[in-house]
């Protein structure tokens, strides 16, 4: 047994006829040692094989290997390695970075220092969020751009739910020239997972459960500069020390103040209190 498993795998690993990839041949080596250990430990049978690799596919048709992902802690993992290798270079200052996470399109509008992005179909609270974007050394970056994109008050994504008109939600900001910038949009709420969806399927044979706290995602850039991608969460969500994604970090809870100063409602010309958010973003040299 022992024997035979090891001469598959040599020859499996071994069946080059052309030079390929050399990373990816080991990548792929190494993967494929570890799963045939896994099925050989676990005695898999076939129909659980089948099962899997039919769920794979349902995993596929419904765009879900970046949820997944998600999920297994894989981008968070990836977050770590690079936090790890800032630290190793002495960087120890910047906005936390957090996961991007499977549900970014690029192509969003690009408007210039401060936009309502939601497109107004929907009731909420309102959200004015702004603030300025620094380098390294405390200097401003003029014309930075900060590219958010968030939730509905479905807790659905534009583009990815095509019910939404496209790019709902979604926007690149161009900062003005002392680098601030700023949105107009709802409070959003969490995210969970779609019920009846091969990633919900694994998650309740876990015994786990896929929800996320309430968070806007950034990508903030700027020539010069190392791109930063991150999100923002929302204080006090019942998921916040429970998020599917693992990608919580307290420098990134943010403060959320309630705005009813009739003075501040006529300058967005609103009638409702509203919630106000100050976040500054922080690159490092490029
Ligand atoms: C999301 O909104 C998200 O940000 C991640 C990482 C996974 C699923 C939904
Ligand atoms: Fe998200």
Redesign the pocket.
Known sequence: MEYTVKTLLKEVNSSYKHPGDERIRAISEHLIEQMYNTIVKFDVSHDEMWAFLKWMNELGKANQAG?LA?GLGI?RLLDILADEKEKQKGITTGTARA?E???YVPGAPLEKKFARIDDGTQKGEVLIMEGDVFGPNGERIPHALVEVWL?DQEGT?SIINPAQTPYNNRRKIEADEKGHYGFRTLVPPG?SVPKDSPTQKVLDLLGREGN?PA?I?FMVSAPGYEQLTT?INMPGDKYIDED??F?TRDPLIVTVEKVNDPKMLAQYDLKEPYAHIKFNFTLHQG
């Open positions: 949820l998600a981008e996961i996470g499977p549900l939730a994504y995210y996320r968070h995602h999100q599917f994604a990608a």
